[in-house]
């Protein structure tokens, strides 16, 4: 079983064929893929999604010192939601309108706080979709310090089928110990967006992977998917039409699924599932898309501080 961890984090593919009209890309099977400026989608792997219309997603119960459980869950609500009410257009693949075809098939749903504060995918028991925050260190459950500590403002860790590219299990960690992030408005009180943070961050969750579209010049439509972030911004918080197009492609309104928000086996309120013996001895063939986490590099520039996300460095198994 693998696992692929993204955080602003960039891969690939479109309904499993190479894409040109548009910018979106998604997140696929593939392992070895690593984007370029020749090739930023993959169009060899299976596109990575969820098989149900609805999904459930627990806060560790903890939260943190800077973000109150209560406040953590609303904000993590509001990210979701804002995948969950755009209007599809009627070509997703080449973008184009109208953009009045419905709402995606999909839907994510707060099922309340969990104890457990460690990333895992329990193979014969419950599990959880956990957002996590890292106010001791980034570092991981155990202790083990993580790679870019100060480049990196979340991490995102999906286990997936590696046959048929289905979502099991996804899991945030949001870096708290190396970034003041804030959920102050208005945006001068901002330094790094929680609500815009998370509404990348959900995007990944779903299976979507960065845009290559550059950053146009009225940042108001830069895509929710691009790979930067600029301090004291709240422009992400809502998808562009970039986004709309890739969550659409991903989940059709027409989509035929049903709605069940359980974690695979039930929801896990403690770590192992309730049953740490059992743990990892699933024996599926499932997969983590391990990747890097988002490049901090600090660009001092009219006065911001840009995050720039890198491209997949690393990759864990387990």
């Not at 593939?30 to 299976?46: M, V, W, Y």
């Not at 990575?48 to 973000?67: E, H, M, N, P």
């Not at 039930?266 to 740490?276: H, V, Y």
């Amino acid at each position: 079983m693998r696992r692929s961890s993204v955080v602003l984090l960039s891969a690939i593919a479109v309904l499993g064929s190479a894409r040109t009209a548009s910018a979106w890309c998604r997140t696929t099977t593939s392992q070895s893929f690593l984007p370029t400026a020749a090739k930023p989608c993959d169009d060899e792997g299976r596109p990575l999604y969820w098989s149900t219309k609805c999904v459930g997603f627990s806060v560790q119960r903890d939260a943190s010192r800077y973000i109150d459980l209560a406040r953590a869950r609303s904000i993590t609500q509001k990210a979701f939601d804002m995948w969950k009410n755009v209007q599809c257009p009627a070509d997703p693949v080449s973008c184009t309108g109208p953009f009045d075809k419905g709402a995606p098939s999909i839907e994510v749903r707060d099922l309340g706080p969990v104890s457990c504060d460690c990333v895992e995918y329990n193979g014969k028991v419950g599990n959880a979709n956990t957002v996590m925050f890292r106010d001791a260190g980034w570092v991981e459950c155990d202790g083990a310090p993580k790679e870019d500590a100060d480049t990196t403002l979340a991490l995102t860790t999906v286990t997936f089928n590696t046959e048929t590219g289905e979502i099991y299990d996804a899991d945030m960690e949001v870096n708290t110990s190396n970034n003041p992030i804030t959920t102050d408005d208005p945006p001068g009180r901002i330094f790094y967006d929680f609500h815009s943070i998370m509404t990348h961050e959900a995007g990944h969750f779903l299976g979507l992977a960065h845009t290559n579209l550059r950053q146009p010049t009225d940042k108001t439509q830069t895509p929710t998917m691009y790979a930067r972030y600029e301090q004291k911004e709240i422009y992400m918080r809502d998808p562009a039409q970039d986004d709309v197009c890739a969550i659409c492609a991903a989940y059709p309104p027409n989509r035929p699924a049903l709605c069940d928000t359980s974690p695979r086996r039930g929801l896990a309120l403690e770590c192992g599932g309730g049953d740490p013996e059992t743990t990892q001895k699933g024996g599926c063939r499932c997969a983590v898309l391990g990747g890097p986490a988002s490049g901090l590099d600090a660009v001092f520039g009219a006065g911001a501080l840009a995050l720039v996300a890198g491209i997949a460095a690393r990759r864990r198994r387990r």
